[in-house]
């Protein structure tokens, strides 16, 4: 006999969680919870306001007719919208195991504020030193100089940059010029420096800097292509869809000879552990971007290993069905 649920939550997330020019003062999502006999299977659908064209509020007619139909016994279609896509297929694939449960817990320390606390920090990560850095936040020349300064105190650091479209050419132009040729092989890749495709590449071509595809892979004409000055896509399975679709991305990545890097859209800790598994399983050997739960006041459900945040549990959430 098959059972659905359907939980709408949310976590108040620090003050300081800006996107796109907004602040986003709570996360807001769904669960749903397949029952199937014996097994069972989670899912997250929580779309990123500012990122995903999809809202919570259209989608949760979606999910909910998707779940009722399941579990009157038909195999309902995924929903179009990537962000309901992605949630019921995991919750489908926990419950046929389809989904490893082996996880990559590692993530890139996620950098944004004051130079000196992250000084501190970085200098005490242990193992490889890999860390993203938000730039285009503030004056591009300062943060060049803080990449440079962070690159040459710490010799063994890697970093990946994300500047979010935010800079013209001269804007990027700038912040290049404050970081010494020598350092530039240890970004490992700038996301999004410019707010077209084409000036990226072409900042790319000049500065020696490695590109990372992240909003690109939403634009409309984007297609997996060999492109000089790329080597990395970041692929936030929350925009992406489907789990299948994720992986045709990750494939069409590692065909092209791209890193595939498995990103957070600032999931619960529910969807973030889900992530890690999605990261073990899909692109081994590469440190997926999932430090966010930082940001967050509580997990849901299922504990990210080493936070002490409180985690709520199942019976304060509020069922839709
Ligand atoms: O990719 C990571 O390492 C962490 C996630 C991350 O940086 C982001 C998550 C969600 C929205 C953004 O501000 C940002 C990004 O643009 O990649
Ligand atoms: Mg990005």
Known sequence: MRQAQVYRWQIP??????LRERRLKTRDGLLVHLTEGEREGWGEIS????????TLD?????VMAWARS?????????????????????????LSDALPQAADYRAAMLCSGDPDELFAALAALPGEKLAKVKVGLYEAVRDGMVVNLL???????????????????LKAQQFARYVNPAYRPRIAFLEEPCKTREDSLAFARETGITLAWDESLRDADFCFERQPGV?????????????????????????????AVISSSIESSLGLTQLARIAAWLTPGTVPGLDTLQLMQTQLLRRWPQSDL??????ALEPLL
Not at 47 to 54: I, R, W
Not at 151 to 169: G, Q, V
Request: charged share 20%; hydrophobic share 45%.
């Open 47 to 54: 779309p990123l306001p500012g990122f995903s064209l999809e």
């Open 310 to 315: 409180p985690c709520l549990q199942v019976d």
């Open 13 to 18: 997330l620090d003050a300081g969680v800006v």
């Open 70 to 94: 399941w579990r009157d016994g038909e195999q309902p279609p995924l929903p179009d919208e990537p962000s309901a896509a992605f949630g019921l297929s995991c919750a489908l694939a926990e």
């Open 151 to 169: 690159l040459e105190s710490i010799p063994d650091l890697h970093l990946r940059l994300d500047a979010n479209r935010a800079w013209t050419p």
């Open 231 to 259: 080597g990395a896509v970041v692929i936030k399975p929350m925009l992406t869809g489907s789990l299948q679709k994720v992986q045709q991305q990750v494939a069409a990545a590692k065909a092209l000879g791209l890193t």
């Open 58 to 62: 259209d989608v949760q007619p979606v």
